[in-house]
């Protein structure tokens, strides 16, 4: 082990431990009424707790073994600006990107286009241009997020090829305390790299069963600057965001919800938004005009116990990325191009849960999408290119416990997918895929579990900036991936020690080159680990993970592995947390780290270097004024000059690119008022 990461390692637990003795001298038991402020709501911030999947229906099932929980109040403690934050303390999940516009998830290495994606139960076809992201989410009022890493159940929905990645956004009964019905919130907040002012506000009330709630949150900063204390141009704060939700529920349990989400994006940022920079006469920036939109609307039986236990979802999501200006290397100019790429699905479900009792069920449905991808600009293709495909599919997935110790969960789905390309060329395929888990209690205190899926996945529409030069679909065909996992836990008085193994093979994987579409294969393995204590009034957890990732059984660098997943390696996350109850004083500490990845080097490019970060927040909500939160966070204290794992190219050294660096240090003030 390199002796700069035994270092940081060394320091990062010097720190926790630090911490953790001078908040164990003043652990005590935490009782939260729900009207106190958000900050004080730490009772329920566990990890990996059934509180955690409160909202999942089929949460302590066998196939949710292996998920991953972030809830509500993890959010509210975590304070997400990002994807990237949402997901901190998860090593097996790297989002890397630096910014919003260029953030994409990588769940044990594979890229997130690979898992069935969802926003309120609404399929997300937001693969445009591989230089920005794929899902640009505002975490503010996110209500809960679930990853079902490598094998997702078959009511996960189509594409769940290596798992699936679940966004739920809040409703007006997890903002308002239960003896009221009218309220709100104002934020803001100030981030001293890059300057940048966000200013959030939220009105939502509820009367005789129907709801309503309000959103609109507005950043905007200059360029930040790296750990080295170069500016990073292009990486400025602009950003709108807007929600709006309206639900009845009537007495009996019946409940209709409306959900409309809109999020742009309108800036200059690198001329290739996912990497700072190359040395040639490219211009520094340009603009990307990105566009983010879904709607949504479903109906449930809240609390529905038995046999009749519907689930009807339908919904729309876009995305759209415009980009005004090319340059040309021949003439050496930039043209006014007016490059549009829009990809759009339009999708729903119906499925009904039989609930043969309270711990066996029987879920069956029905599901479609209509998706399309298109790119047109002014000059080369003013005509436009789309490919298009339609799938239909239906499903059935058993949960069950035979006996007390053992959960059994199983199921099968068909999908037919019909696929057209930017010639015409139509393909139609069929495809079975079956999945089957099991978990079973030792003890008390030890469990173990284990799953196998076998997956379909149709052809998937590719990125629409590149539809011109496609020249030939022959012998394209449909993708399919097989996934295991094996794991085992244990829990006690507060305790918790994890630890899993999986592997994900993708055959018939769709890539392009050279004007041709074709197949290839890749294999990702690895394994993670976990451990964890919580006290009540805080908690401690740390999670590894090491993957490894092969396309045709070779290494590979971000530029083959694009669209597949990313070298990503050994990753680690650590957070530490206590709530100071008396004085309404809530402190946090968190590591985000990486050691050395060497296996770039064996396709003839540098290693990608490990790095040490360290962040700390301090909240207040003082009880004189009960609605106030006050929080400075101070992140990337040691000023660390790194790109995440998972952004694009920092193997190709600086002679080549400039990778996107993460922010350097930077101290954030955040000011919230509930009324």
């Known amino acids: 082990m390199p002796k700069r990461v035994r270092q940081s390692i060394l320091l990062a637990s010097t720190i926790l431990q630090s911490a953790a ?47 991953l929980y972030i809830s509500r109040d993890d959010l509210l403690l975590t304070n997400p600006q990002n994807l990237k934050d949402v997901f901190a303390g998860e090593a097996s999940v790297t989002v890397g ?19 069935a994606v969802t926003v309120d139960g609404v399929l997300q076809n937001n693969r ?6 794929t899902n640009y989410i505002d975490p503010t009022l996110l209500k809960s997020v679930r990853v079902d890493p490598g094998v997702a159940p078959a009511d996960a929905g189509p594409g769940a090829l290596a798992g699936s990645i679940v966004y739920e956004t809040v409703d007006v009964g997890d903002l308002l305390a239960p003896d009221r019905n009218l309220g709100g919130f104002t934020s803001v907040s100030f981030d001293t790299n890059g300057s940048t002012f966000t200013a959030a506000g939220s009105g939502y009330a509820r009367h005789s069963g129907a709801e309503i709630l309000g959103y609109a949150k507005y950043a905007n900063g200059d360029d930040y600057k790296a750990g080295n204390g170069n500016e990073m141009a292009g990486t400025g704060a602009d950003l709108l965001s807007l929600l709006a939700k309206g639900a009845y529920q009537s007495q009996e349990g019946h409940r209709f919800e409306f959900t409309g989400r809109h999020l742009k994006d309108d800036a200059l940022r690198p001329y290739r938004a996912n990497f700072g920079g190359l040395p040639s006469t490219e211009p520094e920036t340009r603009v990307y005009n990105i566009t983010e939109r879904s709607f949504s ?93 339609n799938n239909i599919g239906f499903y059935a997935q058993a949960r069950l416990q035979p006996i007390d110790r053992l959960h059994l969960s199983f199921g099968a789905r068909g999908d037919n997918q019909n696929f057209t390309g930017v010639d015409g060329t139509d393909f139609n395929n069929f495809g079975l895929s079956g999945n089957a888990y099991a978990a079973f209690d030792i003890t008390e205190q030890i469990s173990i579990n284990a799953g ?31 996934n295991l996992v094996a794991g085992v836990k244990f829990q006690h008085n507060g305790f918790t020690l994890s630890g899993d193994v999986f592997q994900t093979d993708f055959d018939n994987y769709r890539e392009y080159a050279s004007r041709t579409v074709f197949n290839t294969d890749f294999k990702v393995k690895g394994f993670n680990l976990g451990a964890g204590y919580n006290w009540g009034a805080g908690f401690f957890q740390v999670t590894y993970s090491n993957s490894d990732l092969k396309v045709n059984g070779s290494h590979v660098d971000s530029y083959v592995a694009s669209d597949i997943g990313a070298p990503i390696g050994q990753v680690i996350a650590a957070q530490l947390v ?22 770039t080097t064996d396709v003839g490019y540098q290693s990608l270097p490990g790095y040490f970060v360290a962040n700390a927040f301090a909240e207040y909500a003082p009880k004189q004024l009960a609605n106030l939160t006050l929080r400075i966070e101070a992140n990337n204290i040691f000023d660390e000059t790194y790109a995440s794992r998972g952004t694009y190219g920092v193997e190709y050294g600086t002679d080549t690119l400039t990778p996107l660096y993460e922010p350097g240090r930077s101290v954030l003030l955040k000011a919230k008022l509930k009324f």
């Open 128 to 133: 445009v241009f591989h230089h920005n992201t």
């Open 97 to 115: 990107g630096a910014m919003g516009t260029t953030q994409k998830v990588y769940v044990n290495s594979i890229d997130e286009l690979n898992l």
């Open 297 to 389: 609307g479903s109906y449930e039986i809240d609390g529905a116990t038995g046999l009749f236990d519907p689930n009807i979802v339908i919904g729309y999501s876009e995305s759209s990325t415009k980009v005004p200006q090319f340059f040309n290397r021949r003439s050496g100019t930039s043209i006014d191009i007016g490059s549009d790429g829009n990809a759009w699905t339009f999708s729903g479900k119906i499925e009904n849960t039989f609930n043969l009792n309270v711990v066996n069920t029987i879920t069956t449905g029905v599901d479609f999408y209509s998706a399309e991808s298109k790119y047109s600009d002014d000059i080369y293709s003013p005509e436009g290119y789309k490919e298009k495909a």
């Open 578 to 599: 206590h709530n100071f109850e008396e004085y309404g004083v809530t402190l946090g500490a968190s590591v985000d780290a990486a050691l050395d990845y060497d296996a």
């Open 21 to 67: 003795m001078a908040s164990g001298a003043f652990a005590q038991d935490v009782s939260v009424s729900p009207d106190q402020p958000d900050s004080q709501e730490l009772s329920t911030i566990t990890v990996h707790a059934t509180t955690a999947g409160q909202n999942d229906d089929h949460a302590g099932s066998a196939d949710r073994a292996q998920s």
């Open 452 to 482: 196998y899926s076998n997956v379909f996945g149709g052809i998937d529409l590719e990125e629409n900036y590149i539809y011109e030069s496609i020249s030939s679909y022959e012998g394209l065909k449909p993708v399919r991936s097989q």
